[in-house]
């Protein structure tokens, strides 16, 4: 029986644990995540995380790739962090937006006299500019989250999408 196996470098000053759950730590902080293993062996070697797998099967083959690209993108968060641009765009009435605690509320968004409410997932920070917002984080799923929330926020629903235009859409990703 063939052994399946993915591996991942540890870059210089970055701290990787695995007890339970992976735990990577490094100049921008800690992020820890629990994975569902099965029969996934992570062994540490030296500066490298092997992840691996006895089993035939497509799909904990796709697993084992699926966690690599995980501690991959931990790894790149404790040592860059992730950052989402997002723009307000509008033609009919003016938006605002402000972050108040674990929330972005959307004011005056199709002229609604209800703000919208985005959450904040997780210890990601949100900066708003006049028009432009910026989502910044060191855990790349809490950071697209949060994106996603405030984009989805500002969905239109029962109007023609060719004429209102207006909402807050994710533009770039650093």
Known sequence: MEMFVKEVKIPEGIEV???GE???IGPKGEV????ELGDIKIEKVGNKLTISSQSEKRK???MVGTIAAHIRNMIEGVRKGYNYKLKVVYSHFPISVKVEGDKVLIQNFLGEKTPRIAKIVGKTQVKVEKDEITVSGIDLEEVGQTASNIELACRIRRRDRKIFQDGIWIVGRE
Do not use: C, D, E, P
């Open 22 to 24: 992976v735990k990577v």
């Open 32 to 35: 820890k995540k629990k994975f």
């Open 17 to 19: 644990s695995i007890n």
């Open 60 to 62: 904990v083959k796709a």
